[in-house]
């Protein structure tokens, strides 16, 4: 009876568990040689032990990170005088989608504080974190939408899982998108389809991570001789089975580290990629340093407004991000290439690192949020989703998706007040600011008649990024719309660009606009 | 001479329109007056690191040849003597090849052993200075690295290569009935060990670069890259020459050791190398293989095997000696002039000398998914054709869809493709049962049932739903394409394209045009041969056009020696020993019996008594009983699933004693029983090219060899009266005709060669 049982919920799960989702592991070289079981911890604490024994110099870092904005900001500085292509994204006879708030648990490198939950606890942490800061009515939420990357196969939609636990209204549907990276951009995108097509009026988007535990599956040979014997009616029958058992059917399966279709980590795609567009070493590791000096910063400002602490049960009350460690220069240059060795340039300093966290936002149509009496952040505007050659092109989403964006919304570069672009790596960033920075890049592989040019960067990420703050994959795209949302409401800019990239070669870019004040 | 003359003075040329494009190679090579002096290599240092680029003019690859020989000496001589530089980087200009290998018309100019032994003794000479070079020199190989290319790479102190498919190491000189004679039988073993340089020179098989960096081959891979400031060929080049500068300067400071850790199972090989008793057991080993595989026929594996030895038993001096003195021999053998010639008549057949087609065939249809379709299909898909196939059955349908999907699961699991690689290419076949998307279609090859009746009816259909610009081509091996195109609206389309099987194997396509057929139509059908990777003939219709014409008189020959009582056996193991990869009798089960008894009606009724030979009634009464050969299980032989050695079918006994004749004792030693077949089948070929059939002799040797397996070491039909002789070839067939008749009196072209010694095919 209990076998039958469980080949039963096998059988449920089983179409979940046919296409691993493809993650991104950034520092798997370093676990690869260490048992899968305690591999995330042996990586963290690797991690940290770098971290720690780097001396914190970020006055002196800061200064540094500054200098590779230098070279034109003066030109920047006078086009952003210039007035604004467009007064509003407003259409005419589409609603307006604002965000009224969004908020994310603290992001924690995984293997710490948050290491023995659940995801759907902490999404359900993320969940209570926006009806506390909003004082939203449960039961006027419409839907719910989170993205997950690594799915945890007992709560395979999370965001149900999480919004019952987190006291929604078990009348208010929820379902979970994946799309690797950009799992959350998902999520808040068809929040705002269901919005502007009219079928709600509000809706909370979001997504989770726990890179601290994954799903390791028993490998094909055993699922096969597990699922067979719980079919198998007789002893004859079941003996016979358990005489096919192999040692070796006892190997795990770990979820998929590489690209699906080209068997190539990310990592190492973003070794050739920097190559490609001959990024040096250093170049990364001070985008690295101005990444986590940013953050540093902005986080003893106080500007991370979204996060809110969280409670972990059994330990002590999490307030902020751990990852930020702003280092110097010749400590990171002492690390060894994680991907392509020994002589590749993306190493654990110039990567994002894996991290647990979940975010939240509260999407509501215009005239339902004034109705409310909510006072919105920002429009959600114009949207667009790209892919290309995940073997050669897998992190260039950015540079595919920004001018098309910015097109379709009949903004220009100048136009943006606020750029967040999620940082998996810093080669990746540097290649795709070099790519938008090129006409033949432009010509040749993207048909475009010419650049639309790099972001400057003194608007570019200034209060850190997925280096230094953390990318839970599935999080990290509402984390860059409310960085964008708030730093326009605080700096009194009008517009953002949120962008990203993801596995599978697919990006994504989004406009968000300042509420008036 | 002429010829290298006009190449340097286009090299010139070439070389002034480098200078004056801007920037890039001016800042780079601060010796820029090296430029002005060589063609092939210039070199610019960079720090202390010399950067030595190979970049021979006017061609797609680098050749090792004379010139480049002594620029490389001059180049390397500049870089030992300077002060300034510490180390050095090889590396070629070139997207897709290193060094090719060594220049072949240098070595087929030469009319002595003794000329050939000096060339292969400058080059070893050359190699050792590289190897004792106190300053190190890293070899960065991207694209083929073969024969002298690899020759010269192992030298090197370091070996950087791209890991790219088109990266390919290997020792060729095998195919070309030579050895690597510039130093390679000696190193090789040192570097990789004697097993597996053993594999390497005697199969000529090409590694891989990740397979090149265990076997301990190269010590570094770099991965190709994708775009970004520049085309990604070009910037892969210039990465790996960054990467191989870091390396050159490491080891000029000593920190990277150009010594490999070897794993334990390459210690325990080194160390059981290390005994005399098993190196000799390894030796007999392989000599008994090579043997057993060549029959004797090929004498370079035999040589590479004693130079090797040499060296390994009596010291490199020795070893040297014997590579340079082999070398010359070998390069004066008639095997290594009938395996030069097929390599460049292969190279001939893989371009298209009609042009470009007015329209790309981009939308591809088979109809009938038999073994012949599917095998068509599946050389199509992974070229990314968009492939129809048709079949009249979903059980047929289904049948062809599955061989073609296991031919590509096959790569996969020979890792020459990936699973996703696989998927997405069989996305580009559509199975199907009508003639939907026909409209569509750029050519339609059909493949049905060898039937006349069929082929038209199937025409006519086809032509009722085809845009007016596709080509019909069909796929038959015996019925006459004119026939075929009789009944068609737009005969100018009409083609024949005939593959052998199995199609994903077998390299040889043979296409046929009609008077009518239009230039623009062989343009689109020869390109879509050499799109499926093919080896092209294109002959003019005829019965049997020129392969299955020139198989049907040997087979005819076949069934009378059955006749006169040599058991199959005995007749394969004749034909093997003659070069024929397959035997004569096993030749007729794998063909089919009752095709072979199809064809030989055919062609008997056109050509008459020429066909003529044993009685056809042995393959009636065989395929009265069902011995169709390997597809019905039973032919001569006896075949069963999972069973290597295959038994005689005894049944057959009792039909060749009912169809006994009598034995002429003056031909019928094993060697006139040899020659009985070969000649006759030369005899044909030759007539063909008479007839204006074929229009080169290179064209029928490559046909011959790639589609019917004549013996490559006799080089094809042709090649084989040049080296034979037309005149010892014309009496043998006197002779034959003597005792036969008509079917072996010598064609007209023959005996003019053999009247006049000077006429070659290949002059």
């Known amino acids: 009876m209990g076998v039958s049982r469980t080949s039963a919920i096998w059988a449920v799960i089983w179409p979940s568990l046919r296409g691993d989702p493809e993650i991104i592991w950034s520092f798997i070289p370093f676990t690869l040689s260490v048992k899968p079981m305690d591999q995330d911890l042996r990586m963290t604490s690797l991690l940290t032990y770098t971290f720690k024994n780097l001396p914190s110099t970020s006055q002196w870092a800061l200064r540094f990170s500054m200098r590779p904005l230098s070279c034109s900001s003066q030109l920047r500085v006078a086009a952003a005088v210039q007035t604004k292509s467009k007064q509003t994204l407003a259409k005419p006879n589409i609603r307006n989608i604002v965000v009224v708030d969004g908020v994310r648990t603290p992001f924690l490198l995984s293997g710490t504080s948050y290491k023995d939950l659940m995801p759907h606890d902490l999404a359900r942490a993320a969940l209570s974190g926006l009806l506390h800061r909003t004082s939203v009515p449960k039961d006027v939420v419409d839907y719910i939408i989170l993205g997950t990357v690594i799915q945890e196969v007992k709560t395979s939609n999370v965001a149900r899982e999480a919004a019952l636990g987190a006291g929604f209204s078990d009348k208010t549907p929820a379902h979970t998108v994946t799309m690797a990276c950009i799992s959350s951009n998902q999520a808040m995108t068809t929040a705002v389809s269901l919005i502007a097509s009219g079928q709600c009026d509000v809706v909370v988007a979001g997504g989770v991570e726990l890179m601290s535990d994954v799903p390791i599956r028993h490998s094909r040979k055993m699922r096969k001789m597990m699922l067979d014997l719980s079919k198998a009616k007789t002893l004859g029958q079941r003996l016979s089975l358990i005489s096919k058992f192999r040692l070796n059917f006892l190997s795990p399966e770990l979820p998929a580290v590489a690209e699906f279709s080209t068997n190539e980590t990310m990592g190492h795609s973003a070794d050739r990629l920097a190559a490609a567009f001959a990024i040096s070493r250093l170049e990364q590791d001070e985008y690295a340093l101005r990444s986590h000096s940013l953050a540093r910063k902005a986080q003893d400002e106080g500007l991370l407004s979204d996060v809110v602490p969280f409670k972990v049960p059994g330990k002590d009350t999490v307030t902020q991000d751990n990852g930020i460690r702003p280092s110097s220069l010749e400590q990171m240059a002492k690390l060894k290439p994680a991907f392509i060795k020994p002589y590749g340039t993306v190493t654990a300093a110039n990567s994002s690192f894996l991290t647990d966290g979940a975010s939240a936002v509260l999407i509501l149509a215009e005239e339902k949020a004034l109705a409310m009496g909510y006072k919105p952040k920002a429009y959600l505007r114009d949207f667009m989703y790209v892919s290309q050659d995940p073997k050669d092109q897998l992190l260039l989403g950015p540079t595919y998706a920004t001018p098309k964006v910015l097109e379709k919304a009949g903004l220009t570069m100048n136009d943006i007040d606020a750029f967040e672009f999620h940082e998996a790596f810093s080669g990746q960033i540097l290649a795709n600011l070099k790519a938008m920075d090129s006409d033949w890049f432009a010509q040749n592989y993207m048909g475009r008649k010419a650049k639309v040019g790099s972001p400057p960067l003194e608007k570019f990420n200034i209060w850190g990024g997925s280096l230094s703050l953390g990318h839970p994959f599935g999080a990290t795209g509402c984390r860059l719309v409310m960085a964008a949302a708030n730093r326009l409401q605080k700096e009194g800019g009008q517009y953002g660009l949120v962008a990203a990239c993801a596995a599978g070669g697919q990006g994504h870019a989004m406009i968000v606009e300042a509420y008036p004040k | ?763």
């Open chain 2, 1 to 763: 001479m002429v010829a290298s003359r006009a190449v340097g003075s286009l090299s010139r040329f070439t070389r002034s329109r480098m200078l004056r494009c801007p920037g890039y190679i001016c800042r780079n090579f601060t010796k820029s007056s090296a430029l002005l002096t060589r063609t092939h290599i210039n070199y610019g240092v960079k720090g202390d690191v010399a950067v030595i680029r190979i970049n021979s003019p006017n061609s797609k690859v680098n050749t090792l040849g004379q010139e480049l020989h002594s620029e490389f000496i001059e180049v390397m001589n500049e870089v030992w003597s300077s002060n300034q530089i510490r180390s050095a980087v090889l590396i070629s200009s070139k997207p897709g090849c290193f060094i090719a290998g060594a220049d072949l018309n240098m070595l087929t100019a030469c009319t002595t052993p003794q000329e050939v032994t000096q060339i292969s003794q400058e080059a070893q000479k050359m190699f050792e200075k590289v190897e004792k070079s106190t300053k190190p020199i890293v070899a960065a190989i991207n694209g083929s690295c073969l024969g002298g290319g690899l020759e010269l790479a192992i030298s090197c102190q370091y070996r950087i290569a791209t890991k790219d498919k088109k990266t390919v190491l290997g020792s060729p000189e095998v195919l070309l009935g030579i050895l690597p004679g510039a130093g390679g039988t000696q190193r090789l073993p040192k570097m990789v060990g004697v097993p597996a340089a053993f594999d390497m020179m005697l199969t000529g098989r090409g590694i891989r670069a990740d397979r090149a960096k265990k076997m301990g081959l190269v010590d570094q891979l770099v991965e190709p890259l994708g775009p970004g400031i520049k085309p990604p060929e070009e910037r892969t080049i210039e990465y790996l020459e960054e990467v191989a500068i870091t390396f050159a300067k490491g080891l000029a400071d000593k920190k990277i050791s150009p010594k490999r850790d070897k794993g334990l199972v390459e210690k325990l090989t080194s160390y059981a190398m290390s005994i005399p008793f098993v190196r000799q057991q390894i030796y007999k080993k392989v000599e008994e293989k090579v043997r057993k595989q060549t029959k004797g026929l090929y004498p370079a594996p035999l040589k590479i095997i004693d130079v090797v030895k040499t060296g390994i038993e009596q010291g490199s001096d020795a070893g040297y000696l014997s590579e340079s003195q082999k070398f010359g021999e070998l390069a004066m053998t008639k095997e290594s002039k009938a395996l030069m010639g097929l390599y460049r008549g292969q190279t001939l057949c893989k371009k298209n000398k009609f042009g470009a087609p007015q329209k790309e065939v981009k939308q591809l249809a088979i109809l009938g998914a038999g073994l012949m379709g599917a095998g068509i299909a599946q050389v199509s898909v992974d070229k990314g054709l968009q492939t129809v196939l048709k079949d009249a059955t979903l059980a047929a349908l289904g049948r062809g869809q599955q061989q073609v999907f296991k031919g590509l699961n096959d790569k996969v699991k020979k890792k020459a493709l990936t699973s996703f690689e696989r998927d997405a290419f069989f996305s580009n076949l559509t199975g199907q049962l009508d003639y939907q998307g026909f409209e569509k279609a750029d050519m339609v090859i059909e493949a049905v049932f060898e039937d006349l009746s069929l082929k038209h009816k199937v025409l006519k259909e086809v032509e009722a739903v085809i845009p007016d610009h596709c080509v019909f081509a069909s796929n038959t091996s015996a019925l006459p394409i004119n026939e075929i195109a009789a009944i068609s609206k737009r005969p100018e389309k009409v083609i024949g394209m005939h593959y052998f099987s199995p199609v994903d194997k077998m390299q040889l396509l043979e296409i046929i045009t009609t008077p009518k057929t239009s230039k623009d139509t062989t343009a689109s059908a020869v390109e879509v041969g050499l799109k499926q990777g093919k080896v092209i003939i294109v002959v003019k219709d005829g019965p049997g056009f020129y392969t299955t014409r020139c198989l049907a008189p040997m087979m005819s020959e076949v069934i009378r020696i059955l006749q006169e009582g040599v058991g199959p056996k005995k007749l394969d193991s004749l034909t093997t020993s003659f070069g024929f990869p397959v035997g004569a009798a096993t030749l007729v089960d794998e063909v089919g019996v009752d095709v072979a008894n199809h064809v030989a009606e055919n062609l008997g009724k056109a050509f008459g008594e020429r066909f003529a030979g044993g009685s056809l009634e042995v393959l009636k009464q065989m395929i009265s009983k069902g011995f169709l050969g390997r597809k019905s299980g039973k032919g001569f032989y006896i075949y069963q699933e999972g069973v290597k050695n295959k038994n005689l079918n005894s049944d057959i006994h009792s039909i060749l004693a009912g169809l006994k004749m009598p034995s002429q004792p003056d031909v019928s030693s094993d060697e006139d029983i040899q020659y009985r077949l070969v000649t006759r089948f030369v005899n044909e070929a030759v007539l063909c090219l008479q007839e204006g059939v074929l229009a080169t002799p290179t064209e029928g040797d490559i046909g011959a060899v790639f589609g019917l397996g004549f013996p490559p070491c006799l080089g094809g039909p042709f090649r084989f009266v040049d080296l034979y002789g037309a005149q010892k070839t014309v009496d043998r067939l006197r002779k034959y005709e003597a005792a036969y008749g008509r079917q072996f009196t010598p064609c007209q072209l023959l005996m003019d060669h053999a009247s006049s010694p000077n006429k070659k095919f290949y002059q």
